[in-house]
C-alpha cells in the first residue's frame, strides 16, 4: 500500500532561491495552461485534453527561458494537477454540487512542485536530497524511511520547505485485540467508548485564540506590499501551522491507541458539511475535527488488518441502549434515564453502546432484542 513519509528540508540561501524559481514557473504553467483551456472552451467550443498540453511541455522548455532549466517531470505533473482539477469540477457538476471551476493561482497560491520517479529528477544521495537544477538539499532524517520510493513533493509551508515521499510498503497486521468498540464523537468530549471512557476535547484552536486575534490584528495594521506585512502574514502562518501540528500529533496518537486495543470499531457515519452550517456549533466543531479523525482511523486500520463500520448517526442519542425504546431529549440534556427499563448512563456513553449494537446488525444480518445482541454477535 502507498504510505507518505515527510521530512524538513534546510537548503541553502542559493537552493532555497531555485526551489522559489522552480515553483514560481509551475505556478505561471498553471495559469498558462488553465488560461489555455479555458480560452479553447469559450471562443471554439474545444476541449483541450491532458494529453494535448503533455506533449506542449517539450516546446515550453525549448520557447520559455524560465523553463528552460526545470525538469520537464515537474512541469508534466501540473499538466496533471490541473486535469485533476478538471476531473473534480465535472464530477461536482454531475452530481449537482457547487461546481468550482478551476482558479488562477496567485503568487501566494502555489505550495510547491512534484517529481514522478526516483532516479530520473531526484534521489537520495546520503544523507541529503539531490533534486535535478537545484543540488544536494539536507534533510532532517527524524523517522527512518521505509518500502520503495515512488514520488515526490517539495511543498513550501509557514516559510518551511517539506519533502514528501510518496513509498510503497508492505505493512505487518497488528495482533488481534479479541476486542470491538462503539465511539460516540462530539464537543464537549472528544469521544466516549462503549465501555464508558472519555478523551475530553483539547480544543486546539480556541486555546490560541487570543494569540490568533493579535497576529492577524497585526497583519491588518501593516501596509500591504511592505516587508513587514510580509513578517506578520509569516508569524500569523506559523501559529496556524503549530495548531495544525498539534492537532495531527494528538489524533495520530489516539488513533494509535484505538487501534491497539481494539480489532473492530464502530463509528457514526456523521454528515459534517451540513453540521457546521450551525453557526453556533461550527467552530467548535470543525476544531474538534472529527473528519481527520475518522479518516485517520480508516487509513490506519486498512495499515493494521483492523476493521472500521460507519453506521447510520440517527437517534443514537435517543434510542435507549438497553431496551431499544425511543427516550426524546434535548441536546442539553447529557444524561440518560430511561422511564421504560429505569437505565441510568450518561448520554454519550448510551450513544457508543448503541452505535457499537448498530454495526453488529449490519455484520451479521441480526435485529437488537430488548436484552441486546446475543453473545456470539456481541459488538459485531
Avoid at 56 to 64: F, I, S
Wanted: aromatic share 6%.
Amino acid at each position: 500500500m502507498r504510505k507518505a513519509f515527510v521530512y524538513r528540508l534546510y537548503p541553502s540561501k542559493p537552493q532555497e532561491r531555485r526551489l522559489e524559481f522552480t515553483r514560481e514557473t509551475c505556478r505561471r504553467f498553471y495559469n498558462d495552461c488553465l488560461a489555455e483551456r479555458k480560452t479553447a472552451y469559450e471562443e471554439r467550443g474545444e476541449t483541450i485534453r491532458k494529453s494535448a498540453q503533455l506533449r506542449r511541455v517539450k516546446e515550453r522548455k525549448a520557447t520559455n527561458p524560465d523553463a528552460k532549466d526545470v525538469h520537464s517531470h515537474i512541469l508534466q505533473i501540473v499538466v496533471d494537477d490541473l486535469d485533476k482539477a478538471f476531473q473534480a469540477f465535472f464530477r461536482r457538476v454531475k452530481t449537482g454540487e457547487k461546481p468550482g471551476y478551476p482558479r488562477f493561482k496567485g503568487r501566494n497560491r502555489w505550495k510547491g512542485f512534484g517529481l514522478k520517479e526516483y532516479g530520473n529528477g531526484f534521489k537520495i544521495d546520503g544523507r541529503r536530497l539531490r533534486i535535478t537544477g537545484i543540488g544536494r538539499i539536507a534533510v532532517r532524517w527524524h523517522r527512518p524511511l521505509e518500502g520503495r520510493i515512488k514520488t515526490l513533493r517539495i511543498v513550501k509551508r509557514a516559510g518551511k520547505w517539506y519533502a514528501a515521499f510518496s513509498c510503497i510498503t508492505n505493512e505487518v497486521p497488528a495482533p488481534p485485540a479479541q476486542r470491538d468498540v462503539g465511539i460516540d464523537v462530539g464537543v464537549a468530549c472528544l469521544l466516549t467508548t462503549s465501555d464508558g471512557e472519555k478523551v475530553d476535547n483539547p480544543r486546539w484552536h480556541r486555546v490560541e485564540q487570543r494569540k490568533l486575534r493579535v497576529l492577524q490584528r497585526r497583519v491588518a495594521r501593516r501596509k500591504k506590499g511592505g516587508g513587514n506585512r510580509k513578517k506578520a502574514v509569516l508569524a500569523l502562518q506559523r501559529q496556524h501551522e503549530r495548531i495544525a501540528n498539534r492537532r495531527k500529533d494528538f489524533l495520530n496518537k489516539l488513533v494509535h491507541n484505538l487501534i491497539t486495543r481494539y480489532d473492530r470499531i464502530a463509528l457514526e457515519d456523521l454528515r459534517i458539511t451540513n453540521m457546521v452550517r450551525n453557526p453556533r456549533l461550527a467552530k467548535s466543531i470543525l476544531d474538534a475535527s472529527w473528519g481527520c479523525l475518522i479518516r485517520r482511523l480508516m487509513s490506519k486500520a486498512a495499515s493494521a488488518g483492523r476493521l472500521v463500520l460507519l453506521v447510520d448517526p440517527r437517534n443514537t442519542s435517543q434510542d435507549c441502549s438497553q431496551c431499544g425504546r425511543l427516550v426524546a431529549k434535548d441536546l442539553s440534556v447529557r444524561v440518560h434515564q430511561c422511564p421504560h427499563c429505569g437505565v441510568v448512563l450518561d448520554r454519550d456513553h448510551n450513544a457508543a453502546i448503541n452505535i457499537l449494537k448498530r454495526a453488529g446488525q449490519v455484520l451479521w444480518g441480526i435485529s437488537s432484542s430488548p436484552g441486546g445482541l446475543p453473545q456470539e454477535a456481541a459488538g459485531f
